[in-house]
């Protein structure tokens, strides 16, 4: 099999896919309380009801593994399209300040009520995402209007605008931090860490419509966002509305990332990772390069949450710092390889 060929797509697929599982395995059986194969699986199809097991599957790690691989694949398919469209291989969900807006929302907003929400109705348990996900609209609908010059939408203003209005909102952030009584410090230091340690199924349904509905129209823009990393005036003369399009990529990049940061708090470096290691295994060719970013950031998500959650014990890393620890040498390797290439 060669490279190109649908045979060794599919194989590199299932790979992943198994090494989804793998890590799904792990991370169901071993924790604090360890558990078998057999019970896990008696627990899942209700043959062996214990009230211990299903509270540590059902309450705590399943949801962890669910939204770890969503928030994963929504940030490396999202990745993959900020890449696109700003013809830079170093672009990341981080630089459009999406991550930092909804960290902004959030320390305002638990600076502002210090715990006056209790309870686990909807409400109580969706108002910090919901105020994440409200920020992070707001952040990027700011570095929309900054990017916009003279009637189209110009990559590099886009990548300026996003590290300019990320620095405000970080000092805003820090401004309200240093102003919190030491406990709802705390939550704010862990959530804008990166951190899916409250994950639950609330959280699931909440973020999930956005991933059903964007990440499909963004798929059937792959052969769109193949032409995007042409140059403009050659992609005009395709017959391509480079502007109109590159607009609406955003705008889907923007809700998938905002839903994530939602409920994961700001987890940086899937977004640039997954393109990379998607491109070597698979090519740059769009159609085949999505669905290869979504399984890999739902596995870099996974595989961090658990060594985070396992490997430190009894203390419990958040998993966006793992993601750092890899991520910054990686970031460093690929400003390296373009200064050599540049």
Known sequence: MTKGSRGYYTAVLGVMILLLLFGAYFSLTQGSMDMTVKEVITTLLRLDVQPDRDLVIFEFRLPRIVIAVLVGAGLGIAGAVLQGITRNGLADPGILGINAGAGAAMVIFLFFYQGEIKGTGWGAIMAMPMFGLIGGLLSAALIFVFAWKRGSLEPERLLLSGIAVASGLGALTIYFT????????????????????????????????????????????????????????????????????????????????????????????????????????????????????????????????????????PVELPAGMVVAILGGPYFIYLMYRNRRQG
């Open 178 to 313: 240093l102003k919190m009584d030491a406990k709802d410090f705390e939550m704010a230091a862990v959530w804008t860490a990166g951190s899916i340690y409250n994950a639950n199924w609330k959280y699931i349904v909440s973020m999930l419509p956005w991933l059903l509905i964007l990440i499909p129209v963004i798929y059937s823009k792959s052969r769109l966002l193949d032409l995007l990393g042409l140059k403009d005036e050659s992609t005009r003369s395709l017959g391509v509305a480079a502007d109109k399009q590159r607009t609406l990529l955003l705008l889907c990049s923007v809700g998938i990332v905002s839903a994530c940061v939602s409920v994961s708090g700001g987890i940086g470096f899937i977004g640039l990772m997954s393109p990379h290691i998607a491109a070597r295994l698979v090519g740059r060719r769009h159609s085949r390069l999505l669905p290869a970013c979504g399984l890999i950031g739902g596995l870099l998500v996974m595989s961090s949450d658990y060594i985070g959650r396992t490997l430190f014990s």
